[in-house]
């Protein structure tokens, strides 16, 4: 028999018995020498070479307590009186303090004991591991599966030279990539004016700040000239081309994609676990709005959200001197700029939402200009500009509540029946819709001009597609009456001539491309679908020549996207072969019965209470029925070649050397205030 060494496990000592080089047991939560002396025992971090607690869930249970404790009377009294303050995020001057407006913040409690506690449990990179955040995983991949079954990927395979794992640098130096000098002047002011007010991310100070490091090399610090800053500057210059170019549109939007990809290498730099991390994702999240293909936006969204429940933005800051009205500002800037993404997103796709949808604890930031707020002080009377984000917000809450019960089986509110539920969403988005033109009525500042007609066109998009979301079949009413399916046909064309006109408008106005093709060929099989079921009764109200004027609405108005979008291309195709049966079988109808008189008394079916409730016809699974139900799950970007074309595909396209001219930036610029 072998002689056997006794191993003695090696125990880390407290602080006290390694300063006293003593054998220590390592008990928790105090060691056996701490606990006869009658001391606090405290563990010893070698790594920095501090105290340490040695069990953190007690410290923090302790720690609890001793907030509640303070919270008394008499606890408060000596708190004011002892002048002890903790200095807020937003004022700290710390030299470990991040690029961002205030310091790197873990937890949703202004209380430095918490945050440093959260910060050393918690690593400081959204990923895995450092070399591999989780962002790579949704950058040009991950795809979501269509009825055709799962789609195979190389976006994995790190064996693959063109995974995702294995990043190809870009091979342009920066400044070769970004505009001109003149044509970025052009873009940064579109971006402040038209698209920070719509999604604040970012105060426009530290916009300004990252564009003159890199244009005008006016750094007050020796490194502004960060990774960060020329992330950020490579984006905003990519959302503003794209939705600001007037000539050469796919040029533009390619020279776009470019800047995106060259400042996609940064994002083990800038994808940091902390509000600065997640202003770059967001920034990214904007600009795939306008470009599907560079990444998958359901998978995103929710990424940002998971981000958002660990910052704790979620929840309001205590009413504390130590939380400025800055800090807390730019806290509700974020979080519902992440809430409107996710939720814009999962109602596309009928799935549940990571934050909350009800009971929501964030108030709505401030709608005062940012030349108004500064880190020190807020002018409460500042211009007000950043209205669009509420409003827009507004109609995300009363378009998730309807996904929730009419998909998710959530119920309705308390002494409320089906009927008096839908009502009272119309009604709300009547109300929403009234607010949007008073307030334009009564708008006297002329440079808002343009930005509350927008909101109006908006309004009548958002509108019609609550009423076709309503009415249409669901997982709750998987058969509506002949009359729900009218209001919803009838509503959907409205919806894709809305969008129409919004992708046609001028120079300047944010021409997103995910939403409207995903509500437009909704919308289309919404109206295919009611056509069908809805023959007799189309056919009475209804000339041949306007039901044919509303087939083609929906394929100008995807021919408009998929300029900007190639994945609306495979929209289109589907639309185009889907209606040539539904279109047949129609005109089929109509030749079995020549003759036909419209009602004495026309009535708009735009009106819930405008038709009379006729049986619903017995449900026929037809082809486009099963689209009906499993197009909510496809992803367009993946249908055609374009949306999988590496960078290497566009290096040829070297950036113009004047983007005015090549792009015609400019146009309609100088009358969008007259309008």
């Given at each position: 028999?072998?002689?056997?060494?006794?191993?003695?496990?090696?125990?880390?000592?407290?602080?006290?018995?390694?300063?006293?080089?003593?054998?220590?047991?390592?008990?928790?939560?105090?060691?056996?020498?701490?606990?006869?002396?009658?001391?606090?025992?405290?563990?010893?971090?070698?790594?920095?070479?501090?105290?340490?607690?040695?069990?953190?869930?007690?410290?923090?249970?302790?720690?609890?307590?001793?907030?509640?404790?303070?919270?008394?009377?008499?606890?408060?009294?000596?708190?004011?009186?002892?002048?002890?303050?903790?200095?807020?995020?937003a004022d700290s001057n710390e030299p470990e303090a991040s690029s961002g407006p205030w310091r790197t913040e873990k937890c949703a409690f202004a209380d430095s004991l918490v945050n440093q506690v959260?910060?050393?449990?918690?690593?400081?990179?959204?990923?895995?591991?450092?070399?591999?955040?989780?962002?790579?995983?949704?950058?040009?991949?991950?795809?979501?599966?269509?009825?055709?079954?799962?789609?195979?990927?190389?976006?994995?395979?790190?064996?693959?030279?063109?995974?995702?794992?294995?990043?190809?640098?870009?091979?342009?130096?920066?400044?070769?990539?970004?505009?001109?000098?003149?044509?970025?002047?052009?873009?940064?002011?579109?971006?402040?004016?038209?698209?920070?007010?719509?999604?604040?991310?970012?105060?426009?100070?530290?916009?300004?700040?990252?564009?003159?490091?890199?244009?005008?090399?006016?750094?007050?610090?020796?490194?502004?000239?960060?990774?960060?800053?020329?992330?950020?500057?490579?984006?905003?210059?990519?959302?503003?081309?794209?939705?600001?170019?007037?000539?050469?549109?796919?040029?533009?939007?390619?020279?776009?994609?470019?800047?995106?990809?060259?400042?996609?290498?940064?994002?083990?730099?800038?994808?940091?676990?902390?509000?600065?991390?997640?202003?770059?994702?967001?920034?990214?999240?904007?600009?795939?709005?306008?470009?599907?293909?560079?990444?998958?936006?359901?998978?995103?969204?929710?990424?940002?959200?998971?981000?958002?429940?660990?910052?704790?933005?979620?929840?309001?800051?205590?009413?504390?001197?130590?939380?400025?009205?800055?800090?807390?500002?730019?806290?509700?800037?974020?979080?519902?700029?992440?809430?409107?993404?996710?939720?814009?997103?999962?109602?596309?796709?009928?799935?549940?939402?990571?934050?909350?949808?009800?009971?929501?604890?964030?108030?709505?930031?401030?709608?005062?200009?940012?030349?108004?707020?500064?880190?020190?002080?807020?002018?409460?009377?500042?211009?007000?500009?950043?209205?669009?984000?509420?409003?827009?917000?507004?109609?995300?809450?009363?378009?998730?509540?309807?996904?929730?019960?009419?998909?998710?089986?959530?119920?309705?509110?308390?002494?409320?029946?089906?009927?008096?539920?839908?009502?009272?969403?119309?009604?709300?988005?009547?109300?929403?819709?009234?607010?949007?033109?008073?307030?334009?009525?009564?708008?006297?500042?002329?440079?808002?001009?343009?930005?509350?007609?927008?909101?109006?066109?908006?309004?009548?998009?958002?509108?019609?597609?609550?009423?076709?979301?309503?009415?249409?079949?669901?997982?709750?009413?998987?058969?509506?009456?002949?009359?729900?399916?009218?209001?919803?046909?009838?509503?959907?064309?409205?919806?894709?001539?809305?969008?129409?006109?919004?992708?046609?408008?001028e120079a300047g106005k944010i021409k997103y491309v995910f939403h409207p093709c995903h509500h437009v060929f909704n919308c289309a099989l919404v109206f295919l679908q009611g056509l069908q079921r809805?023959?007799?009764?189309?056919?009475?109200?209804?000339?041949?020549?306007?039901?044919?004027?509303?087939?083609?609405?929906?394929?100008?108005?995807?021919?408009?996207?998929?300029?900007?979008?190639?994945?609306?291309?495979?929209?289109?195709?589907?639309?185009?072969?889907?209606?040539?049966?539904?279109?047949?079988?129609?005109?089929?109808?109509?030749?079995?019965?020549?003759?036909?008189?419209?009602?004495?008394?026309?009535?708009?079916?735009?009106?819930?209470?405008?038709?009379?409730?006729?049986?619903?016809?017995?449900?026929?699974?037809?082809?486009?029925?099963?689209?009906?139900?499993?197009?909510?799950?496809?992803?367009?970007?993946?249908?055609?070649?374009?949306?999988?074309?590496?960078?290497?595909?566009?290096?040829?396209?070297?950036?113009?050397?004047?983007?005015?001219?090549?792009?015609?930036?400019?146009?309609?610029?100088?009358?969008?205030?007259?309008?």
């Amino acid at each position: 028999m072998q002689n056997r060494t006794k191993v003695r496990r090696r125990v880390l000592a407290c602080a006290r018995c390694r300063k006293r080089k003593l054998s220590c047991d390592g008990k928790v939560p105090a060691c056996t020498r701490c606990v006869d002396a009658g001391v606090q025992c405290v563990g010893f971090d070698s790594s920095t070479q501090r105290e340490a607690p040695r069990s953190i869930a007690d410290f923090l249970e302790a720690h609890i307590v001793q907030l509640q404790g303070l919270r008394s009377p008499s606890a408060l009294q000596s708190v004011g009186q002892s002048g002890a303050a903790i200095p807020s995020p937003a004022d700290s001057n710390e030299p470990e303090a991040s690029s961002g407006p205030w310091r790197t913040e873990k937890c949703a409690f202004a209380d430095s004991l918490v945050n440093q506690v959260m910060e050393d449990i918690t690593p400081s990179f959204l990923g895995v591991c450092k070399a591999r955040p989780f962002l790579q995983c949704v950058v040009k991949g991950t795809r979501l599966p269509s009825k055709k079954g799962p789609v195979a990927s190389n976006d994995l395979d790190e064996n693959h030279p063109r995974s995702i794992l294995n990043p190809q640098q870009t091979k342009g130096l920066f400044y070769d990539l970004i505009p001109d000098e003149v044509g970025a002047n052009t873009l940064l002011q579109i971006y402040l004016d038209r698209v920070i007010t719509q999604y604040p991310i970012y105060h426009r100070n530290d916009v300004t700040t990252a564009f003159n490091s890199i244009y005008h090399r006016k750094a007050s610090t020796p490194d502004e000239d960060s990774f960060r800053n020329r992330y950020i500057v490579c984006i905003i210059m990519a959302i503003s081309l794209s939705t600001s170019a007037r000539n050469r549109v796919q040029k533009a939007n390619e020279t776009a994609y470019q800047l995106v990809r060259h400042a996609m290498q940064w994002i083990p730099e800038v994808a940091t676990n902390d509000i600065a991390g997640l202003q770059a994702i967001l920034l990214l999240t904007q600009y795939v709005f306008l470009n599907p293909i560079m990444a998958d936006l359901w998978l995103l969204t929710g990424l940002i959200s998971q981000a958002v429940i660990d910052l704790g933005l979620h929840q309001e800051l205590p009413n504390d001197s130590r939380v400025s009205p800055y800090q807390r500002d730019m806290r509700r800037r974020i979080f519902w700029c992440a809430w409107e993404m996710e939720v814009g997103v999962c109602c596309i796709f009928r799935r549940p939402t990571s934050l909350s949808i009800r009971r929501i604890e964030v108030a709505f930031p401030l709608e005062i200009d940012d030349t108004a707020i500064t880190q020190s002080s807020m002018e409460p009377l500042g211009r007000v500009s950043k209205f669009t984000q509420r409003i827009i917000c507004r109609f995300r809450l009363i378009e998730a509540d309807i996904v929730s019960v009419l998909w998710h089986g959530d119920p309705l509110p308390k002494d409320c029946s089906m009927d008096q539920w839908m009502q009272r969403c119309i009604n709300a988005m009547a109300d929403w819709q009234r607010e949007i033109y008073a307030a334009t009525d009564a708008n006297k500042d002329r440079g808002l001009i343009p930005r509350w007609i927008e909101m109006c066109l908006y309004s009548d998009i958002a509108y019609p597609y609550i009423l076709t979301l309503l009415y249409r079949s669901s997982r709750r009413i998987p058969n509506p009456t002949t009359q729900q399916m009218m209001i919803a046909l009838v509503n959907a064309v409205k919806v894709a001539d809305g969008y129409f006109r919004q992708s046609e408008a001028e120079a300047g106005k944010i021409k997103y491309v995910f939403h409207p093709c995903h509500h437009v060929f909704n919308c289309a099989l919404v109206f295919l679908q009611g056509l069908q079921r809805c023959k007799q009764l189309v056919a009475q109200s209804y000339p041949w020549q306007q039901v044919e004027v509303w087939m083609h609405v929906f394929v100008k108005c995807l021919s408009s996207i998929s300029e900007r979008w190639a994945g609306a291309k495979g929209c289109l195709e589907e639309y185009e072969r889907l209606l040539l049966p539904v279109k047949k079988e129609y005109m089929d109808f109509l030749s079995q019965r020549p003759s036909f008189s419209p009602p004495t008394l026309h009535q708009t079916v735009s009106d819930p209470g405008s038709l009379y409730d006729y049986p619903a016809p017995a449900p026929v699974s037809t082809e486009v029925d099963d689209a009906y139900q499993f197009w909510t799950a496809f992803n367009p970007t993946t249908t055609t070649a374009d949306a999988t074309e590496s960078l290497d595909a566009f290096s040829y396209n070297l950036p113009p050397r004047d983007w005015n001219a090549e792009f015609s930036l400019n146009d309609g610029m100088d009358t969008m205030a007259d309008a």
